[in-house]
């Protein structure tokens, strides 16, 4: 009888454990954070940051794409610095190259 071992990559994308994501930034890096979310739509807002609090892979990767798409590269950059220690901004990047290019 022939064995076969399934191995998926169960790395998570948050540095940090058992929390709402945005509640770890301090205030000056939560305002800096509305700031750069301000020209997209309350909807829009509410969503992405809905997906960052779950700390789930696949919604922090819908929440950056939907980033991506809506705000300059700029402000996409400095969300990333904002959010790089909490999640790992190198594993995103290398997913979002790989699965959404």
Known sequence: MQSTEVFSDTRSLCKVDDVILLEELD??????????????????IELVKEELNTCSEDEIIKAFRKLKRRLPESEYKKIEEILSPLIDIEELNSILKNKYV
Do not use: A, G, H
């Open 27 to 44: 205030n000056s890096q939560s305002k800096e954070l509305d700031s750069i979310l301000s020209p997209l739509s309350t909807f829009e």
